[in-house]
């Protein structure tokens, strides 16, 4: 993937690792253009910042995707990257009947949400040179936390969706997995402080550091994420999913749920 040059579409860039990155990627010289859903956000993201644009997207609306996508290509014919990032994570307990809402939703925007983006620019992306779709999933989609398992299995669907992309556009269209470990975001209530979650400055810059690699990896893996990336080849799944129980089991406890 190049460094520079690029006009990159980032879902989800208005907070955390996707306003993160998207910053970083424009500081390297690249058109960005943050969509989401809180356009105020998006907006303070791309502030004092020439070449960085903000569009209002909800990634649970079909019809607003294809709308959507259509508006992007004709203002930003150029585009030729494109990153997944947008994502919700939902607490659940499986061990009791329960509303399944969170359930639905997530679903809807991690996994529905960047296949019908994907769709509505994959033709565009396949006829423009040095092309990228790059799907943001997560260590849990190797090793779930049993606290969050519709997002754990929203990340491991992608992960394999991910991997069947990348062979069908192999050679047109070159296709990348960011997978973060734990990184302190405003993804759930009280993570951007968390004890033991990566800082989000220190996450960005191995990510960036990574991207700059040539070849770019096929998976972008930081350090923290490796163990859980590899555990179940290392024969530690079983044990660290036995941990991460315990912490979904603590934070039950914690909410009161």
């Known amino acids: 993937m190049k460094n520079t040059g690029n006009t990159i579409l980032m879902t989800g860039g208005g907070s955390g690792i996707g306003e993160a990155l998207a910053q970083r990627f424009h500081d390297q010289g690249n058109v960005v253009i943050v969509a989401g859903r809180r356009l105020e956000a998006l907006e303070a993201a791309c502030k004092g910042r020439e070449d960085m644009h903000a569009l209002a997207l909800d990634v649970e609306s079909a019809e ?3 709308a959507f996508a259509a508006r992007v290509l004709e203002d930003f014919p150029a585009l ?7 994502g919700i994570m939902r607490y659940e307990r499986l061990d009791t009947a329960r509303d399944l809402g969170d359930a639905e939703a997530t679903l809807v925007t991690n996994v529905l949400g960047p296949i019908r983006l994907i769709d509505a620019l994959v033709d565009h992306l396949a006829a423009q040179e040095g092309s990228a779709i790059v799907n943001v999933t997560s260590g849990l989609a190797f090793v779930p936390l ?5 997002y754990s299995a929203s990340k491991a669907a992608m992960h394999s969706y991910t991997q069947s992309l990348r062979e069908m556009l192999r050679g047109r269209v070159e296709v990348i997995e960011l997978a973060p470990p734990a990184v302190q975001t405003d993804l759930t209530p009280g993570q951007s402080t968390r004890e033991g979650y990566q800082p989000l400055s220190e996450f960005v810059g191995e990510v960036m550091a990574l991207f700059a690699q040539d070849p770019t990896p096929e998976e972008i893996l930081v350090e923290r994420v490796k163990p859980l990336r590899f555990s179940e080849v290392e024969g530690r799944q079983g044990a660290i999913i036995a941990n ?9 406890e914690q909410l009161g749920t």
Do not use: D, E, Q
Not at 81 to 86: G, K, M, Q, T, Y
């Open 64 to 66: 607003g995707i294809a």
């Open 80 to 86: 030729n990257v494109l990153i997944n990032n947008a």
């Open 146 to 150: 049993s606290g969050t398992p519709t």
């Open 244 to 252: 991460l129980t315990a912490v979904s089991r603590k934070m039950f």
